[in-house]
């Protein structure tokens, strides 16, 4: 069966799928085409099925009715997900009044801070844009997501936000439910699980060949060293990663229903792939 398969150009992902990609392991059932884009894209070419599976935010999942969550590939902070940062130190009030950079309407971590800290006034721009946005003043603060999470001192910026630490006290250690890879569902719930296997198979694949898998990742670095890269592909490639488990799901569950509460996603219903 051939099937289009989407993934972001972050070094995380890329680990993820070098076993699937690279041929190291094989399928009897998939052939894969591969296809390449920043998140906050995929978010929008799932709510017009575009892709048989994608990695999209969780957010997302509440206006894409067309797919199925799956158990493998998540992103999930474990204690850790996104921040926000500044020039200078700002309290709650003021960035509420100030301009924050966010990297896409869609993604978990607008949702997130939205959670976190209210209504507050945004403008949207690639993420890997808004570190040097947040340097030179063309906005007041940046909701940072991906690597950048690690780098903002090195940037010349500040943490004044921790998105991933407040979801985790608030949640009595939930894990932070941040990106997930989902599947057509008319494509049937037995060809869901079986693609789920695949997909857990390549990322315990890279988790045993490490440095090889990091090492093609590398080639979605954008310019970050390599023990940086190491580092986030150690926080965002974790045991919730190669199974959601029970925390996972409830994560996700959990961050619809506060969400839910505050009326900031529609009504809708979460498929989630079978055990």
């Not at 999209?56 to 009715?65: D, K, Q």
């Not at 439910?177 to 057509?184: A, F, Q, S």
Request: with cysteine.
């Amino acid at each position: 069966m051939k099937i289009s398969v989407g993934h972001t150009p972050d070094s995380d992902d890329a680990f993820m799928f070098y076993g699937m990609f690279t041929g190291k392991i094989p399928s009897p059932d998939f052939t894969v085409n591969h296809v390449i884009e920043d998140i906050e894209k995929l978010n929008r070419k799932a709510t017009d099925p575009q892709l048989d599976v994608t990695a999209v935010s969780v957010h997302a999942c509440a206006y894409i009715p067309g797919y199925t969550v799956l158990r493998s590939g998540g992103s999930f902070g474990i204690g850790y997900g996104p921040i926000v940062t500044a020039k200078k130190m700002m309290s709650v009030d003021e960035i509420k009044k100030c301009k924050v950079a966010i990297p896409g309407k869609m993604t978990s971590a607008f949702l997130l801070l939205q959670l976190m800290i209210g209504k507050f006034d945004f403008v949207e721009m690639n993420f890997s844009d808004i570190p040097e946005a947040v340097k030179s003043g063309k906005v007041d603060a940046g909701l940072v997501i991906h690597e950048t999470q690690l780098s903002y001192e090195q940037e010349g910026n500040t943490k004044i936000l921790d998105v991933g630490e407040w979801w985790h006290k608030e949640t009595n250690g939930l894990p932070v439910p941040l990106g997930i890879n989902v599947m057509r569902t008319d494509l049937g719930m037995q060809t869901i699980c079986k693609f789920d296997k695949y997909l857990q198979s390549s990322i315990e694949f890279g988790l045993e060949n490490f440095d090889d898998a990091l090492e093609y990742a590398m080639k979605y670095a954008r310019g970050k060293p390599r023990d940086l890269i190491e580092k986030f592909v150690k926080m965002y490639v974790n045991k919730v990663t190669v199974n959601m488990g029970d925390s996972g799901e409830q994560s996700i569950r959990k961050l619809f229903e506060m969400a839910n509460e505050k009326e900031l996603v529609p009504d809708f219903e979460l498929s989630i792939a079978t055990k």
